[in-house]
């Protein structure tokens, strides 16, 4: 698979297939990711592949808590702003508005709401779920090499014929993670991520999120766009 396409076919699967994905493939997946690049070569990740019996005892823990008084979690890091602005606050709402109209949910069901976001915490299916934990000694540059990292196992997992979905949902669950896992106090929880098939017939796995044109996000200084595409 050309990397374009692997890039391109990527998106965030929420509803994933029982079939099973072998610890080989996970392995590969990893190996390669783990090409990413990171400050000075630190390789700040850490990752806890979950599956069988450990995923479904850490996943209905999770549920259990997520369904109880979810307020008494909260994540290591802040990933979302307390205030939102534009044009992130618009782009967000879409997002959510995209997922909600695919599954047929209406924006004041609740409860369907609460439910879908519950799926989160059985990585929506899928055989296998990654936990990605931080050092919490290292500095925010190290979020990036992490970012990079997490990138590359989402696309690595295309080539593969597998779909993925990034869940920081998990970083709320830190302290029940570390009940199920062998994390050091160190680590802080970064996300989860759920590998394996998508379930081809699930709406909410043709939602396809939208993308700022080139021109919100780039600008061209000093260079000759023209020459360059003329050359390729
Ligand atoms: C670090 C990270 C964390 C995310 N956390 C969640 C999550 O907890 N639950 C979820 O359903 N989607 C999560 N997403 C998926 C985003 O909503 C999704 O990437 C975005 O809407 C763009 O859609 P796409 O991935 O299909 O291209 C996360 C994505 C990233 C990169």
Known sequence: ?????????????????????????????????????????????????????????????????????????????????????????????RCGFGLYAALGIARDDKDARQRQMLRNYTFFDAPVGLIVTLDRRLNTGSFMDVGMFI?????????????????????WFHKIAREHLPMAASEMLLCGIALGHEDPEAPENAFITERADLSEFASFHGCDVTARSDAA
């Open 1 to 93: 698979m050309h990397v374009d396409e692997a890039i391109s076919s990527r998106k965030s699967v929420r509803r994933f297939l029982p079939t099973p994905v072998s610890a080989d493939v996970v392995r590969h997946i990893l190996e390669v990711a783990a090409r990413a690049p990171s400050g000075n070569n630190v390789q700040p990740w850490r990752v806890y592949v979950v599956g069988g019996e450990c995923r479904d005892k850490l996943c209905g823990a999770i549920v259990e808590a997520a369904s109880g008084d979810p307020d008494r979690h909260q994540p290591e890091y802040a990933y979302y702003p307390t205030s939102w602005f534009e044009p992130c606050l618009e782009r967000r709402r």
């Open 151 to 171: 990138q590359n196992i989402l696309v690595a997992a295309r080539a593969q014929g597998l779909h993925t979905c990034a869940q920081a949902a998990f970083a």
